[in-house]
């Protein structure tokens, strides 16, 4: 059965006239709205609506057509009629309806191709239309472009829809046969070395500057893309239709690199179906061609890349004792990939490496000799047909690793540090035990320590130039090794200079040595290196002395000590025999030096000693002396020791139990003084009185006298009287009264100190 629809546009702007058999008995308004007039038969996409108060199908019939893609759109234009076409109409090729504008239908056919190789009739495009949406679309175009109908305001979804289909037909603007599929080496030939970039191009006649949009995919045989690294790779054209795809070989050496670019194009125009048998009257199928595949083939020739090769000499800068074999050096090229592995032999030459191509590389000692630091790296480029030769030296890092020698110097009595000691170190640079290299000095510090580090390693000798000052010399004098990296410690112990301190212990009146003296020894700060003893209780300490020993004076009188040189010494007395008093100064020396062997200090010693005093007066008038009396003075034995009075004269009768010690005469003053040693008992006996004053023959005596003795026996008052016939001892018993008898005053005095 026969059934006359309406095939329209989706949307009309101008009244459809529908046989009046099929017309719409009602008016609706325009819109979506359910097929009244009934639904298209083979309807696939698209929908029924109503526009202008037309209702009909907008969209696409199919599938099962002869055409190229199984479908087609209405066409004639909306105010044409006619009835749905059916697959069973045997639809053939036919030329366009009467009055169809062509001028732009190569345009629009490409359009509607590549939608179909995109995809769109059968999916849409999704977020963007759907099928149904495009298929509208793709009716509204063909009628506004063909017939010149107006487009109408549509939904959001058909408008993106139309919008993508005008802008594929203004890519083709123009075309007006098939496109084509070009490849080409960029830069024409196909010769390169070992990069290059491949240049595939889709044009069609009639359009200027290609086909954009489509996607071109790119194939490698002997080489990969450089985006990548793989050897497929797809691309879309860009506004002048064409892809560029940089590569590089994947061999350095010759080869052929095959390219192939291949991809489904769209065909331009339009094609027009019309039914044969049934109704030869329905509607008239106007479909794009289906889109076909293209490819190209390149076949590239790749000469390589130029080469050149490289070899590196490792120097030293301590061969003769550390060589410079095994020495692993590798290349790396400028993707950090290692290209070449090279040992050094025993001169330190690599062998040439292997042909490398032109271009930039890093040099890295990977592993450095034994006693070696490595190199830094360095960059170096390698030339066509050239040999690079790199050195490396201790300029570039790959230095020997030095060595260090310490000196310790101690003292040998107490294990103290030294400062002051010299030594010396002397290079061997040919490893024949000949000191002939550049010779180094140190002197030990605070510490007792000296040395060098950054040494070349091997054989030095090892010499003491000058011991510390006041010590022994060595004379040390010997080879020492020392191997990279490592440092030798060497302590050496000095023996110390000394003196001989001689203290001479005497009587400074009589030469008289003395014995049994005690001393404490004291040494000047800073005294020598050690711990000083401990010293005994009763001795004192002075600022700027240390105690160091004690000793007594020996039956000569010499007390003896073995000093350091190169120190100040002083003695003190700590006790002293009788009849001599203690000696509170200290004795000193100079600083004492080695050579002097033996140093004497004397110590001069003065008996304690007390002034006895005897005044001569007048009885009568005791303030008035008696000058020129004659006097003898006896000490009561036993004498005292050190001492030896001269023999007594034979007109002076010695007492009994005394010995004559002086005679003197009284001064002017009356006066007579004596000085005594203390600790013994004295007598005065004058031996002649002056003129007008008779003699006294009394002995006049005191007791012991000391150090403590009171002041009231200082002196022995001797009264006198004129002679005038009067009994002596009545005048003598009246001048006691007078005078208050025999006064003895006492003083002591200590000795005042003296050295030689």
Request: glycine residues 8%; hydrophobic residues 40%; charged residues 10%.
């Amino acid at each position: 059965m026969r059934r006359l629809l309406v095939c329209s546009a989706l949307v009309l702007v101008s009244l459809v006239t529908l046989p009046a058999s099929i017309s719409s008995a009602a008016t609706r308004a325009d819109g979506l709205a359910p097929c009244s007039a009934g639904p298209a038969p083979f309807a696939w996409h698209g929908a029924c609506a109503t526009y202008n108060g037309n209702n009909t199908f907008y969209g696409l019939h199919g599938l099962g057509f002869p055409t190229p893609l199984g479908w087609g759109l209405c066409a004639y234009r909306a105010s044409h009629g006619g009835g749905y076409p059916a697959p069973g109409y045997q639809y053939t090729l036919t030329s366009a309806p009467s009055g169809a504008n062509l001028s732009r239908s190569n345009a629009l056919g490409w359009a509607f191709s590549d939608a179909q190789r995109q995809g769109w009739w059968t999916a849409g495009s999704a977020g963007s239309f759907t099928a149904d949406q495009v298929a509208i679309a793709a009716k509204l175009l063909y009628d506004n472009v063909v017939w010149g109908t107006a487009l109408p305001t549509v939904d959001a979804g058909v408008q993106r829809a139309l919008n993508q289909l005008r802008a594929l037909m203004t890519a083709a603007t123009g075309i007006s046969a098939p496109p084509s599929l070009a490849l080409a080496l960029q830069g024409g030939g196909t010769t390169l070395m070992t990069t290059g970039t491949l240049v595939a191009t889709l044009s069609a006649a009639g359009v200027t500057g290609g086909l954009a949009g489509v996607p071109i995919t790119l194939t490698l045989s002997g080489a990969t893309f450089t985006s990548n690294h793989a050897s497929t790779l797809t691309l879309t054209t860009d506004s002048s239709g064409r892809v560029l795809a940089p590569f590089a070989t994947t061999s350095a050496t010759p080869s052929t690199v095959v390219a192939t670019a291949s991809a489904v194009v769209a065909q331009p125009g339009l094609l027009f179906y019309g039914p044969t048998v049934i109704v030869p009257t329905a509607q008239i199928l106007a479909t794009p061609r289906a889109p076909v595949s293209t490819s190209q083939r390149l076949t590239l020739t790749s000469t390589g890349a130029p080469t050149g090769t490289v070899q590196v000499q490792k120097i030293g800068d301590d061969p003769t004792y550390v060589p410079v074999a095994d020495a692993v050096f590798q290349v790396f090229d400028g993707s950090n990939n290692v290209v070449a592995t090279l040992t050094t032999d025993s001169s330190g030459l690599t062998p040439v490496s292997d042909p490398l191509p032109v271009g930039s590389y890093t040099l890295h000692e990977a592993i450095a000799p034994p006693g070696y630091d490595p190199a830094q790296d360095q960059s170096f480029a390698i030339t066509a047909n050239t040999l690079t030769s790199l050195t490396v030296t201790s300029a570039e890092g790959d230095a020997v690793q030095r060595a260090g020698v310490t000196i310790v110097k101690r003292d040998a009595a107490s294990g103290a540090e030294l400062a002051g000691a010299t030594f010396s170190l002397t290079y061997d640079p040919n490893n024949t035990h000949t000191a002939s290299g550049a010779v180094l000095t140190c002197t030990t510090d605070a510490a007792g320590a000296c040395g060098w580090s950054d040494l070349l390693p091997g054989n030095y000798l090892l010499a003491e130039v000058s011991p510390p000052p006041n010590y022994a010399p060595s004379h040390l004098r010997e080879w020492i090794y020392v191997g990279p990296a490592e440092t030798h410690t060497y302590t050496y112990d000095d023996t110390p200079l000394y003196v001989t301190l001689d203290a001479h212990k005497f009587n400074a009146t009589t030469d008289e040595v003395i014995a049994n003296a005690t001393y404490d020894l004291y040494v000047k700060d800073p005294g020598p290196p050690g711990e000083p003893p401990v010293p005994p209780t009763d001795t004192p300490s002075f600022v700027g002395l240390t105690f160091m020993a004690r000793g007594t004076t020996d039956s000569a009188g010499h007390l003896r000590f073995t000093v350091r040189s190169g120190y100040a010494w002083c003695l003190r007395e700590v006790s002293v025999p009788p009849p001599y008093i203690l000696d509170p100064d200290l004795h000193c020396t100079g600083v004492l030096v080695a050579s002097a062997r033996t140093a004497s200090l004397a110590l001069p010693e003065v008996a304690s000693e007390i002034d006895l005093g005897v005044r001569k007066f007048n009885a009568a008038s005791p303030s008035v002396g008696i000058p020129g009396a004659y006097y003898a003075l006896f000490v009561k034995n036993p004498v005292p020791p050190g001492y030896a009075p001269p023999p007594a004269p034979t007109n002076i009768t010695v007492p009994a139990g005394t010995t004559l010690w002086a005679v003197d005469a009284t001064d002017a003053a009356g006066h007579l003084n004596f000085r005594v040693p203390r600790g013994s008992a004295w007598c005065v006996r004058e031996l002649t009185a002056p003129a007008g004053y008779k003699l006294d023959t009394a002995l006049h005596c005191t007791g012991v006298v000391t150090d403590s003795s009171p002041a009231s026996d200082l002196e022995i008052a001797v009264p006198e009287l004129a002679y005038t016939g009067v009994s002596l001892h009545i005048l003598w018993y009246a001048g006691a009264l007078v005078a208050a008898g025999l006064v003895l005053v006492v003083t002591s005095r200590r000795r005042r100190p003296t050295s030689r």
